[in-house]
């Protein structure tokens, strides 16, 4: 794609990368066919190779975002199978972020929308406000159908009908290995997950010290900041990410860390690109090594030789967009599964989002709501006795939409190889 960005533009390094990504671009049209938003709405602007030709205008020209372009890059999913399927290796994604990141700094939003953004930019990554949001959701929730805006009502029923209390194993601690130490890693808990499920990192902890590591959970990290990056709220998302790489960096340079173990995929793929939004800044070379040692938890349990399991039951396996196109891990979570003795299948069109990714659902309901159903038919076509998926967004969204129980690959992994039965699946 021919640019014209100008040498003054291009002295800024954010213009630099966009010319870079927008250059590589040959409009072959191939991003269209795997484009959730455009296989549901079918119009070229809510497609990658639209989005990218609105990206480049708005960049060139250096003005604020006008409003046709903030919708058709809202509607935008993040969920990267254009990045999957393109043959010219464009970075979408760097491309996606740099665009809203311009569009919250250019563009006023119409009051509803500036407030819901603000509400979960400033609830959803801290632990205890969350909590209490839900609770009172959950209270509203009879009030749903009272509520103006879809968006509303789409909040208060994402409250679940049970909210727990936080885990003691979330608090900064060490846990020993079970037998002679074979690693140490850390484990990120993150924000929103330990929240909506508390044991998915209690069954991760308990099937990593039973394979020989010793767990971190470190003081200072929290949230990925993917919450915030993917709103544009750069100032906000970085600053997460600086405690991260700050927390971490104190146990590398302590004693050490062989793997910073993430078991939500979205988390995931926003820490293995710290080291490119660091990578002007002073902490860049940290941001690199903390990058460098992220793993997803399917990854790190291949590298431990898991043993085998007696599984059992029929396994529907959803690969989350963010570990299948954001960070390329494919085969892991099934082979696990499959060592673990269960009867993996897969859905038909497991490229496709399933409509969660992040806050989509909450924002874009309506698309969302297309694109979970057509998610939970191909699910429900393989006659599964549960859904596995390695995010929990994807569960949330999937739950909502099945009565097939919904748990989270090492939830299942922990089970087969000695832990206890997941809670999702019944006495």
């Given at each position: 794609m021919q640019t014209n960005f100008t040498e003054e533009q291009l002295k800024d390094p954010a213009l630099q990368r966009a010319n870079e990504i927008l250059r590589a671009c040959v409009h072959c049209g191939f991003c269209t066919a795997t484009c959730p938003t455009y296989q549901v709405l079918g119009d070229e602007l809510d497609s990658p190779r639209g989005r990218v030709y609105l990206i480049k205008d708005m960049l060139e020209s250096g003005r604020p975002a006008d409003a046709n372009t903030v919708k058709h890059i809202d509607r935008c999913l993040s969920c990267l199978a254009c990045m999957t399927t393109c043959p010219s290796g464009v970075h979408y994604m760097h491309l996606v972020d740099q665009a809203r990141a311009h569009i919250e700094k250019t563009y006023r939003r119409p009051f509803l929308d500036r407030s819901l953004r603000a509400v979960l930019a400033r609830v959803l990554p801290y632990p205890a406000r969350f909590r209490q949001a839900l609770r009172l959701a959950r209270l509203g929730r009879p009030l749903a159908r009272l509520m103006p805006d879809i968006r509303l009502r789409a909040m208060l029923a994402m409250a679940p009908d049970r909210v727990t209390g936080p885990s003691p194993n979330d608090a900064p601690q060490v846990f020993p290995a079970h037998g002679q130490r074979r690693v140490r890693v850390a484990l990120m808990t993150g924000c929103a997950q330990k929240v909506l499920n508390t044991d998915i990192n209690d069954a991760t902890i308990r099937l990593l010290r039973r394979l020989g590591c010793e767990v971190v959970v470190a003081r200072g990290a929290g949230c990925c900041g993917a919450l915030n990056h993917h709103m544009g709220r750069t100032t906000g998302s970085h600053a997460q990410a600086e405690?991260?790489?700050?927390?971490?960096?104190?146990?590398?340079?302590?004693?050490?860390?062989?793997?910073?173990?993430?078991?939500?995929?979205?988390?995931?793929?926003?820490?293995?690109?710290?080291?490119?939004?660091?990578?002007?800044?002073?902490?860049?070379?940290?941001?690199?090594?903390?990058?460098?040692?992220?793993?997803?938890?399917?990854?790190?349990?291949?590298?431990?030789?898991?043993?085998?399991?007696?599984?059992?039951?029929?396994?529907?396996?959803?690969?989350?967009?963010?570990?299948?196109?954001?960070?390329?891990?494919?085969?892991a979570p099934k082979a696990l599964l499959i060592r673990a003795g269960f009867e993996v299948v897969e859905p038909a069109d497991s490229h496709l989002c399933c409509g969660s990714a992040g806050t989509y659902n909450l924002l874009q309901p309506e698309i969302a709501g297309q694109l979970k159903a057509r998610k939970v038919a191909t699910l429900e076509a393989k006659a599964p006795q549960v859904i596995a998926a390695g995010n929990i967004g994807c569960m949330v969204q999937i739950g909502s939409g099945t009565d097939v129980p919904v748990v989270h690959t090492v939830e299942l992994l922990d089970w087969a190889t000695g832990g206890p039965r997941p809670r999702a699946l019944g006495s």
């Open positions: 405690a991260n790489i700050r927390a971490w960096m104190a146990e590398i340079e302590g004693e050490g860390l062989d793997a910073i173990v993430i078991n939500t995929s979205g988390c995931g793929t926003t820490v293995k690109d710290y080291g490119h939004m660091f990578r002007t800044t002073a902490l860049a070379d940290a941001a690199q090594t903390v990058a460098a040692r992220a793993k997803d938890v399917s990854e790190m349990l291949c590298l431990l030789d898991l043993p085998e399991g007696a599984g059992g039951l029929r396994v529907a396996y959803h690969s989350a967009c963010s570990l299948q196109h954001g960070q390329k891990v494919t085969s």
